[in-house]
C-alpha cells in the first residue's frame, strides 16, 4: 500500500493559490488522438489534450447559494472524530474489515495515520486509497485525502485519472464553495489544481492532477497524469503538525 504524507502538500498548495480565483495558462492534460484544440469554460469538464483558455471569464464561479457549502469531513468520517469514531466510520461507509485498514506514523510531523483502499471510490473510476490523518496534539481527525494512481490500481491510466479529475471538478464546482475561495485549472510544480475551494470556517477541498509536463508546439505545456489526489482539509494554513518552537536552533 502506497505511503504518502498528505499535510505538507496541502499546505504548500494553499500558500500558492492562496490570491484567490485563478485559471490555467496553457497547461493540459496529454491524451493520445486528442481533438482539435478548442476553448474551455472554467468548470466544464474538457477533452483530454484541450487547453484551457485564459481570459476574463475564465474563472468565472457559480453564484453563492444562501448556504456555502460546509467542509465537516468524509462521510461519516467527521473533523475532531477521534480514531476508534473514524474507523467506525470507515466500517459504516465502506463495510471495512479492521484488518483491511493500515497505520502509518509520519515521524517529522508527528501525526497518524489510518488508510484503507477502496475501489470504486468513484463510480468506475478505480481503487483508491483513503488517508485519515490526526493531529499532534488533538489526536483528532483534520484531514482525509484520496489518491488514485498505478499503485493503488495498476489498471489505472492518464486517460482515466484525467476523466475522474473532470468529473470531480464539475461536481465540486457546482456545490456552493464561497467564491472567492475558487481557483480551477492552475498550473502547480508537478501537475494542475483542478480544483480548490473553501468554506465559511476556511475548511478546504483541494483537487490535484499531479504528473509530468512536456513543451509541446507554440510553448504549448502538456501533462500527462500520473496520480489524482483529493484532500478535504480541516485548516490547511495552520495544521495541527509538530514544529520546532521558535529560538531552540
Same mark, same amino acid.
Given at each position: 500500500m502506497r505511503k504518502i504524507y498528505l499535510v505538507p502538500a496541502v499546505v504548500g498548495l494553499l500558500t500558492f493559490i492562496a490570491a484567490g480565483p485563478l485559471a490555467a495558462q496553457g497547461a493540459v492534460p496529454k491524451q493520445k488522438a486528442a481533438p482539435a484544440p478548442r476553448a474551455a469554460a472554467a468548470g466544464a469538464p474538457a477533452a483530454a489534450g484541450t487547453p484551457v483558455a485564459a481570459g476574463p471569464n475564465s474563472a468565472e464561479t457559480p453564484a453563492a447559494d444562501d448556504k456555502t457549502k460546509a467542509i465537516? &469531513?468524509?462521510?461519516? +468520517?467527521?473533523? &475532531?472524530?477521534?480514531? +476508534?469514531?473514524v474507523r467506525a466510520a470507515m466500517t459504516k461507509d465502506f463495510n471495512a474489515k479492521p484488518d483491511a485498514i493500515k497505520s502509518q506514523d509520519n515521524a517529522s510531523e508527528l501525526t497518524h495515520s489510518i488508510l484503507l483502499s477502496v475501489p470504486e471510490l468513484l463510480p468506475n473510476g478505480g481503487t483508491a486509497e483513503l488517508s485519515y490523518v490526526f493531529g499532534y496534539k488533538s489526536k483528532s481527525l483534520i484531514q482525509v485525502g484520496a489518491v488514485w494512481s498505478k499503485a493503488t490500481d495498476a489498471a489505472i491510466t492518464p486517460e482515466k485519472l484525467f476523466s475522474n479529475a473532470n468529473i470531480l471538478r464539475a461536481h465540486f464546482m457546482g456545490e456552493g464553495f464561497k467564491p472567492d475561495s475558487i481557483a480551477v485549472n492552475m498550473p502547480v510544480a508537478g501537475g494542475i489544481v483542478m480544483f480548490r475551494g473553501s468554506d465559511a470556517k476556511d475548511r478546504s477541498v483541494i483537487l490535484l492532477l499531479q504528473g509530468t509536463f512536456e513543451n509541446k508546439e507554440n510553448n504549448q505545456r502538456v501533462l500527462t497524469p500520473t496520480s489524482l489526489l483529493l484532500f478535504y482539509v480541516a485548516d490547511a494554513k495552520s495544521p495541527d503538525i509538530f514544529k520546532l518552537p521558535p529560538g531552540q536552533f
Open positions: 465537516d &469531513g468524509f462521510r461519516s +468520517a467527521k473533523f &475532531g472524530m477521534n480514531e +476508534a469514531d
